[in-house]
């Protein structure tokens, strides 16, 4: 069957789709963060970016809950601090800025979705925290585009460029 | 935030509501100062080729980079041109999806990559999994969208049913369907959706649901209306629902927008037709359906979604 195309997440989502404690997969762990620029090297202010990981052991295989709902009024309550969801989702705030909360993955990488306003198809890419032999086929100034930089002792930088000399490498599954 | 130097200015011409300048549009007046200035200062203010400006000069107005004065807000003869041309040099080509480089959607130009995508296709990839929702993640009163506040909302109550399905036809059960829309007078509960539409305190506009096991959603909402956007001069968007949808892997993942049949803004619209494939386009366009139709009640629409992208093989196996 054909697929049903791709369209923009718009800047209207924002009553939707991010909720509170989207960016907190886990406490306790590690932090990443960075921010979100367009070709002008411009933060972007109203970018969704989805973040899907393995646990610290590696596994993959998730746990409801990212969205648990409280069921006397519906609102959204949040993981319940047991479960490893392994999913995250984050705005970017007026500076296009975003945060993370989450456990190191045990393969070494964290999957991010971009969304955003004027990109009619989604992008993927990958936070590395470690080396990985994928990064080596890369020409070396383009593979740095996917390591996060250790600001210190579990803190983490990474910013996503969708544009311009320092654009990220964003990745095709096929 | 960039430098500004402020060169030279000269005034808007003065006009009575009604009177002399009336007829005269906005966006020629602005040029006409534009010129004005760009005579009295000898620069030439052209430091870019943006689309805008080559616009201007195209139309005998004076060429001037974003970044100055104002921009000219171009019209929509202009927007239709550019996605004629493009499906012009696309005709019969397939393509799933829309370019991530459409000009005619404005905001596309600084937000696309100019580097090829990388592929990568390795079978241990976190991406050939997913999240997985489950029953904690909605409730009972998600998927209506008439029932979230303490009255009825205005507009034309409206279902839309549908089922999700991966490449091969196999049904996506248990995940999570999202969408958000406009009210029926075209306004969001959104800061920045100032146009002068109503708000109605009745109607939020966001609905969830797990697919069932035959891989089907539904809804219960009401007509979004259309409305304008700043993309060109008079741009307005068709009525749509927006939706996300996840599949069994994070490679599926789907954000798009649903449209309802026969809506004249069809051919102005550059987000529908960045998606250059006359086929493609069709499939983000629900059907009526009067069987969905509900006496004295609702209408009803059917809008199937199939998923792109690769998935583990060993994860369908196991559904």
């Known amino acids: 069957m054909n697929p049903t195309p791709s369209q923009t997440v718009g800047p209207f989502y924002g009553y939707a789709l991010p909720f509170p404690g989207g960016g907190n997969i886990a406490l306790g762990g590690i932090t990443v963060h960075g921010r979100v620029y367009d070709g002008a090297g411009d933060p972007v202010p109203d970018a969704l970016l989805e973040f899907w990981q393995a646990d610290p052991a590696g596994g993959l295989s998730g746990a409801p809950g990212t969205l648990r709902r409280d069921p006397v009024d519906g609102s959204i309550i949040g993981r319940n601090g047991v479960d490893f969801t392994g999913f995250g989702r984050v705005p970017t705030d007026a500076d296009g800025h975003w945060t993370l909360r989450t456990l190191d993955p045990g393969n070494g990488y964290i999957s991010v979705c971009v969304f955003a306003r004027g990109l009619l198809h989604h992008l993927y890419t990958r936070i590395y925290l470690r080396h990985d032999a994928f990064l080596d086929a890369l020409p070396p100034e383009r593979g740095r585009t996917l390591v996060a930089a250790e600001e210190r002792e579990g803190v983490y930088r990474f910013d996503i460029h969708l544009q311009g000399e320092k654009e990220t490498v964003f990745l095709d599954f096929g | 935030m960039k430098d500004v130097y402020i060169v030279d200015a000269v005034r808007t011409p003065f006009g009575r509501h009604g009177g002399a300048l009336s007829g005269v549009r906005p966006d ?292």
């Open chain 2, 28 to 319: 020629d007046l602005a040029a006409h100062v534009v010129r004005a200035l760009v005579e009295r200062t000898g620069q030439d203010s052209v430091d870019e080729a943006s689309p805008l400006s080559a616009s201007a000069s195209a139309r005998g107005w004076p060429s001037y980079s974003k970044g100055s004065v104002m921009s000219t807000p171009l019209p929509q003869a202009d927007i239709d041109l550019e996605i004629a041309a493009i499906r012009a040099a696309r005709e019969g080509a397939q393509a799933h999806h829309p370019d991530r480089d459409y000009a005619p959607y404005r905001s596309t130009a600084l937000r696309h990559p100019k580097q090829p995508l990388v592929p990568l296709k390795d079978p241990e990839a976190a991406e050939l999994t997913g999240p997985v929702f489950g029953v904690t993640d909605v409730t009972a009163l998600d998927a209506d969208l008439t029932r979230q506040h303490l009255g009825e909302p205005m507009g034309e109550r409206i279902t839309v049913h549908g089922r999700v399905f991966d490449r091969h036809g196999r049904p996506v059960r248990g995940q999570l369907v999202e969408i958000w829309q406009a009210n029926a007078a075209g306004r969001y509960p959104h800061q920045r959706d100032d146009h002068p539409a109503p708000l109605d305190p009745n109607f939020t506009g966001v609905g969830r649901c797990l697919t069932d096991d035959d891989g089907g959603y539904a809804f219960t909402t009401i007509k979004p209306g259309a409305y304008p956007w700043r993309n060109h001069l008079n741009a307005w968007r068709p009525a749509h629902i927006h939706f996300s949808v996840f599949g069994t892997a994070f490679t599926q993942r789907l954000v798009t927008q649903m449209y309802f049949p026969g809506d004249p803004l069809f051919p102005y619209d550059p987000i529908l037709n960045s998606v250059t494939d006359e086929r493609a386009r069709q499939r983000l366009v629900a059907a009526y359906d009067h069987d969905l139709s509900k006496p004295e009640w609702s209408l009803g629409y059917r809008w199937d979604i199939v998923l792109d992208g690769p998935a583990a093989t060993w994860m369908e196996e196991g559904r």
